[in-house]
C-alpha cells in the first residue's frame, strides 16, 4: 500500500458557501486534519442558526481523501439531496447543513493561507453582507448557476423543507413546498398555465436568483400531487423532448399564420390538430399557442410542427 501523498503534493480543497447565512464564505480544509461543525463556539467551523446542531458534523483530511460523517445532528447532514452518517467527499459535492449549502471545491495555488482566527473572522464577514443583501423573511438564498434547479429541489425534498422558492431571472417564478413536496408551481402570477405545465418550465432555467421564503398559508384549487422525483423526471424528460425537435420549431415569438390558401382539406386533420390549428388563428405565436394548449409544452410543439410540414401553418 502506497504511503499518503506529502502534504505539500496534495490537492487543496476549500468548503464554499454558496447559499445560506454565510454565502460567499470559504473555509479552507487543511491537510491531515478534522474539522468539526456545529453550533457550539468552541468547534472548528461555527454555524450560527437554529438548524444546526451544537455539534452537527465532522470532515476528516487524510491522504487525501476527504470523508463527512453526521454526529448524530437533529436536522441531518445531506451530500447531493441524500442524508447521510457517513460519506466520501469529491470535488463538486454540495453538502446541505441547516440553511447551508457548501460545495468542496478546489483551491489554486495561490490561495491565501489563513489561521483558524482569519477564517472565522472571513466567515462572519460573509454573514454579514448575506445579511444585507437577503430580505428578514428569506432563510435561504442563492443563484441556480451554482445550484440548478433540480439538485436544489431534491435537497429541499430530502430535508422536508417547507416554504415558498422565488426564482428570478427575466421572469419571477414561485414554487411552493410543504415537507419538502412541490404541491404548486407559477411564473408571473399567471395561474392560466396551470401548475404542470409552470413547473416543467421552471425546471429548466439555467440562470437567476432564488430565495426561500416562509410558508405561504395561499390555497390553490388545483395542486400538484406528484412526488418530487416524478416531477423532476417528468420535467427533464420534456426538457430533452423539446430540445430534440426545436431546430425545427420556429422561434417561440415567430409569427404562425394559417395558410392561405391551404390546399390541404382539413377533414384529414385528427381533434388534437384542429384544436392546435385554432389557437394558431386565435394567438398567432409559438408561445401564443403552448401558452393556451390544454396539452404539455413538447405535444402541442410536436402538432404546430406537425402542420407546418403539411402546410397547414405558415411561420412569418
Known sequence: MSPPAPASAQKSFALRFISGKYQGGEFPLKPERQIVIGRSSELDMVLVEDMVSRKHAKITVIGGKITIEDLGSTNGTFVNGEKIKQARLKEGDRILIGTSI???????????????????????????????????????????????LPDLLQLFHTSKKNGVLVVKNDQEARLYLRGGRVYYAIIDENHELGPQKSFNRIITWETGDFELQPPDQQEFMV????????????????????????????PVTSVLTLAIPMT????????????????????????GVLDHSDKDDVTAATVVLELIRKDYVRAG
Open 264 to 287: 390541404s382539406p382539413i377533414r384529414a386533420l385528427g381533434p388534437e390538430q384542429l384544436d392546435v390549428l385554432q389557437l394558431v388563428h386565435n394567438y398567432g405565436s409559438l408561445q
Open 223 to 250: 395542486e400538484l400531487d406528484s412526488s418530487t422525483e416524478a416531477l423532476l423526471m417528468e420535467g427533464l424528460r420534456q426538457l430533452d423532448e423539446f430540445r430534440r425537435i426545436q431546430k425545427e420549431l420556429p
Open 102 to 148: 457548501l460545495k468542496l471545491v478546489h483551491q489554486g495555488a495561490n490561495a491565501p493561507d489563513l489561521d483558524e482566527t482569519a477564517v472565522k473572522q472571513k466567515l462572519e464577514e460573509a454573514a454579514v453582507a448575506q445579511a444585507a443583501r437577503a430580505t428578514k423573511a428569506s432563510s435561504m438564498t442563492g443563484k441556480i448557476e451554482e445550484v440548478p
